[in-house]
């Protein structure tokens, strides 16, 4: 079985994905006076597909470093939580306890019985803007490691800090900053419904899904191979087609949980959604299967 490798100490084509958020925010804060409409629109557009990307590299940066150097490491870690819009300690933590339950109880990030697909996205969109109170009671709690809480702190006060201080600049402009994060985060927390469609938290073999899509997989560093992921969380973007093969030959992908459609394929998010709004959430028992499997960096 492949042994998680630590990665390059700089993943040169990650770094390139965050570097073009680099690109887009300034020139979106300094273009945003001398453009019409259609322009300004455009640039939110450029800016919500920046944040998806983005999103591929904060994940996989989570679990294996993509810039290992120390002071680097931080200052991206920092960075990547803003280009989300998510603080980067808390969502941290709120990923960590995701790999420690598998989408099964206990999973903050659960979707509730009969909770719809939508429904699903806006909640876990939109509450912790609106009602942050137990989400940050959940990781201030959790945030006991050594400077994390120093950490957490920090973090909002980067995101939520950084958007308050855009809006009071230039409403519409912060406003319009804001807006792409939202949206932005609504697709990304549809990415965690696609890929524990059907899944059960109980079962090592159908902890997720695995989409073989060579395009998505190809522009999102392999993040179809979801089970694979959540089976050995460390091993390393690269590795995981060859790691997703292994398990197959043992018995721990199952085939009904492999699909060619990738989770952005509208044949896939069609399904999804019909199934997710015509039947209730299946309950489910506590995930022991990875609970103790060490699954990121610090």
Same mark, same amino acid.
């Given at each position: 079985?492949?042994?998680?490798?630590?990665?390059?100490?700089?993943?040169?084509?990650?770094?390139?994905?965050?570097?073009?958020?680099?690109?887009?925010?300034?020139?979106?804060?300094?273009?945003?006076?001398?453009?019409?409409?259609?322009?300004?629109?455009?640039?939110?557009?450029?800016?919500?597909?920046?944040?998806?990307?983005?999103?591929?590299?904060?994940?996989?940066?989570?679990?294996?470093?993509?810039?290992?150097?120390?002071?680097?490491?931080?200052?991206?870690?920092?960075?990547?939580?803003?280009?989300?819009?998510?603080?980067?300690?808390?969502?941290?933590?709120?990923?960590?306890?995701?790999?420690?339950?598998?989408?099964?109880?206990?999973?903050?990030?659960?979707?509730?019985? *009969?909770?719809?697909?939508? &429904?699903?996205? !806006?909640?876990?969109? $939109?509450? #912790?803007?609106?009602?942050?109170?137990? @989400?940050?009671?959940?990781?201030?709690?959790?945030?006991?490691?050594?400077?994390?809480?120093?950490?957490?702190?920090?973090?909002?006060?980067?995101?939520?800090?950084?958007?308050?201080?855009?809006?009071?600049?230039?409403?519409?402009?912060?406003?319009?900053?804001?807006?792409?994060?939202?949206?932005?985060?609504?697709?990304?927390?549809?990415?965690?419904?696609?890929?524990?469609?059907?899944?059960?938290?109980?079962?090592?073999?159908?902890?997720?899904?695995?989409?073989?899509?060579?395009?998505?997989?190809?522009?999102?560093?392999?993040?179809?191979?979801?089970?694979?992921?959540?089976?050995?969380?460390?091993?390393?973007?690269?590795?995981?087609?060859?790691?997703?093969?292994?398990?197959? *030959?043992?018995?721990?992908? &199952?085939?009904? !949980?492999?699909?060619? $459609?990738? #989770?952005?394929?509208?044949?896939?998010? @069609?399904?999804?959604?019909?199934?997710?709004?015509?039947?209730?959430?299946?309950?489910?028992?506590?995930?022991?299967?990875?609970?103790?499997?060490?699954?990121?960096?610090?």
């Amino acid at each position: 079985m492949t042994r998680p490798s630590p990665g390059p100490a700089l993943d040169l084509p990650q770094l390139a994905v965050h570097a073009l958020w680099w690109v887009w925010f300034p020139s979106f804060l300094l273009s945003w006076d001398h453009l019409g409409l259609w322009g300004r629109v455009g640039m939110c557009v450029i800016g919500w597909a920046v944040l998806f990307w983005n999103y591929a590299v904060l994940h996989n940066h989570m679990h294996v470093s993509m810039a290992r150097p120390k002071v680097l490491h931080w200052v991206v870690s920092r960075t990547l939580g803003l280009a989300c819009g998510f603080p980067y300690r808390g969502y941290y933590i709120h990923h960590f306890n995701h790999h420690r339950y598998n989408d099964g109880p206990g999973d903050w990030g659960q979707r509730r019985p *009969g909770e719809g697909a939508l &429904r699903y996205c !806006l909640r876990s969109a $939109l509450t #912790p803007w609106f009602w942050p109170f137990e @989400a940050v009671a959940n990781v201030w709690r959790w945030a006991k490691k050594r400077n994390q809480r120093t950490e957490l702190v920090l973090d909002f006060l980067v995101v939520d800090g950084g958007i308050l201080a855009v809006i009071l600049w230039r409403p519409a402009l912060g406003l319009a900053w804001w807006g792409v994060l939202l949206v932005g985060q609504v697709c990304i927390h549809w990415l965690n419904l696609a890929a524990h469609f059907e899944t059960d938290s109980t079962q090592k073999a159908a902890l997720g899904t695995t989409s073989t899509s060579r395009l998505y997989n190809l522009f999102f560093f392999n993040a179809g191979y979801h089970q694979a992921h959540h089976v050995k969380p460390q091993v390393a973007w690269r590795e995981l087609p060859v790691v997703t093969a292994e398990l197959a *030959g043992t018995a721990l992908v &199952r085939a009904e !949980l492999v699909t060619s $459609l990738a #989770p952005i394929n509208p044949f896939w998010v @069609a399904k999804v959604a019909k199934r997710y709004s015509a039947e209730p959430c299946d309950r489910q028992t506590a995930s022991t299967i990875t609970s103790g499997t060490p699954t990121a960096v610090t």
